[in-house]
């Protein structure tokens, strides 16, 4: 069973940036998806950046594009979410998913809901001060 491990996570002021790090335990094979959800204070878990094995890109949601993207270094099982021009709405815990069981055959099959992703990382905070 692959585990996910995200890091990267802190504070920081309105404009900054951070990136993200989720790190596989394992190689995951083609035609998977991972996701990076987010769940803010009194919110529900929005998905809001996806990617499909082997790319090193994917896409993101309309309330983040623009300002955030998703990519992939394959060598280190490692998708990460650059984040940039970070707004006080933010902040959040941030997740990174995946889909352990099904096969996508195009990067846009990728779920934006959470039901599919069956493994989870533990989280990490990401606060942002205006």
């Known amino acids: 069973q692959v585990q996910l491990v995200e890091s990267g996570g802190g504070s920081v002021q309105a404009g900054g940036s951070l990136r993200l790090s989720c790190a596989a335990s394992?190689?995951?094979?083609?035609?998977?998806?991972l996701g990076w959800f987010r769940q803010g204070p009194g919110k529900e878990r929005e998905g809001i950046a996806f990617?499909?094995?082997?790319?090193?890109?994917?896409y993101t949601t309309d309330s983040v594009k623009g300002r955030f993207t998703i990519d992939r270094d394959s060598t280190k099982n490692t998708v990460y979410l650059q984040m940039n021009s970070l707004k006080p709405e933010d902040t959040a815990m941030y997740y990174c998913?995946?889909?352990?069981?099904?096969?996508?055959?195009?990067?846009?099959?990728?779920?934006?809901?959470?039901?599919?992703?069956?493994?989870w990382g533990q989280g990490t905070q990401v606060t942002v001060s205006s």
């Open positions: 990617i499909r094995t082997p790319s090193d890109r994917g």
């Open positions: 394992s190689h995951l094979p083609p035609g998977r998806c």
């Open positions: 998913a995946y889909v352990a069981d099904t096969y996508f055959r195009v990067p846009t099959a990728c779920p934006r809901g959470l039901t599919q992703y069956n493994v």
